[in-house]
């Protein structure tokens, strides 16, 4: 399984980016979807997660600026990111917990993206 994120860039404050994040290879079904962020130094946090019936999760600092959406039919995730602002420089990862098809049986694991640069400066 393989997942490969993309969008991130040089935006200005305020500004708006889109991540996407494709995941391929022998999957059965996507339980959950989400990105997480690292900025230098810190540790790796969740930002959002979506789950296959719908609902999702925002860490508190999104505070109405992001919005997660997914299609669990064709394994593709996004994150639209409004108003951004210099702290939410860093580096997103894309995460899903998949159930996964290797031989003949049937194996749930999370699996990561390789992380897409977001830079939030004037």
């Known amino acids: 399984v393989q997942l490969q994120a993309s969008g991130g860039g040089l935006v200005q404050p305020g500004g708006s980016l889109r991540l996407s994040c494709a995941a391929s290879?022998?999957?059965?079904?996507?339980?959950?979807m989400g990105w997480y962020r690292q900025a230098p130094g810190n540790q790796r946090e969740s930002v959002a997660s979506i789950a296959s019936g719908g609902v999702t999760y925002y860490a508190d600092f999104v505070s109405g600026r992001f919005t997660i959406s997914g299609d669990f039919d064709v394994n593709t995730l996004y994150l639209e990111m409004n108003s951004l602002k210099p702290d939410d420089s860093a580096v997103y990862y894309c995460?899903?917990?998949?159930?996964?098809?290797?031989?003949?049986?049937?194996?749930?694991?999370?699996?990561w993206g390789q992380g897409t640069l977001v830079t939030v400066s004037s």
């Open positions: 995460n899903i917990n998949a159930t996964y098809i290797k031989g003949e049986g049937f194996y749930t694991a999370p699996f």
């Open positions: 290879g022998r999957i059965f079904s996507i339980l959950t």
